[in-house]
Nanobody, 125 residues
Framework: QVQLVESGGGLVQAGGSLRLSCAAS????????MGWFRQAPGKEREFVAA????????RYADSVKGRFTISRDNAKNTGYLQMNSLKPEDTAVYYC??????????????????WGQGTQVTVSS
C-alpha cells in the first residue's frame, strides 16, 4: 500500500503563501495519481487539486485556480501544493491522497485509496 505524510502547514496572514509537501512510501510513487483535499470544521472534505502519475495532467478546484499549484517529484517520492494569495476561507486541514485505481483525475475523495494524516493551514484576516 501507500503511506503518505504531509508537512508544511501553519498559520499565515491573508495574502501570504505556504508550500505543503507530501512524502510517500510503499507503492511506487509514479504508479498513482495524487490529490490534495481539504476539510474545514463542520464541512465535508473537498477537492483541491490532482496531478497524474507523470505530472502531465493537472486539475484544480475553481476556488483555488490561479492561486495554488500542484506538482510532484517522482525521483523524490514527494508531492507539493504551493499555495499563494491565501484567504481566510482556505483555512482547513489539508490531506494528500493516492489513487492507483483510475486513469482520470478524480475529484471524489472516495476514489482515493490512501490518505495522509493531514496538516493544518490557518489563514488569518
Amino acid at each position: 500500500q501507500v503511506q503518505l505524510v504531509e508537512s508544511g502547514g501553519g498559520l499565515v496572514q491573508a495574502g501570504g503563501s505556504l508550500r505543503l509537501s507530501c512524502a510517500a512510501s510503499g507503492r511506487t510513487f509514479s504508479s498513482y495519481n495524487m490529490g490534495w483535499f481539504r476539510q474545514a470544521p463542520g464541512k465535508e472534505r473537498e477537492f483541491v487539486a490532482a496531478i497524474s502519475r507523470s505530472g502531465g495532467r493537472i486539475r484544480y478546484a475553481d476556488s483555488v485556480k490561479g492561486r495554488f499549484t500542484i506538482s510532484r517529484d517522482n525521483a523524490k517520492n514527494t508531492g507539493y501544493l504551493q499555495m499563494n494569495s491565501l484567504k481566510p476561507e482556505d483555512t482547513a486541514v489539508y490531506y494528500c491522497a493516492a489513487d492507483w485505481a483510475h486513469q482520470t483525475l478524480s475529484i471524489w475523495y472516495r476514489e482515493y485509496g490512501s490518505w495522509g494524516q493531514g496538516t493544518q493551514v490557518t489563514v488569518s484576516s
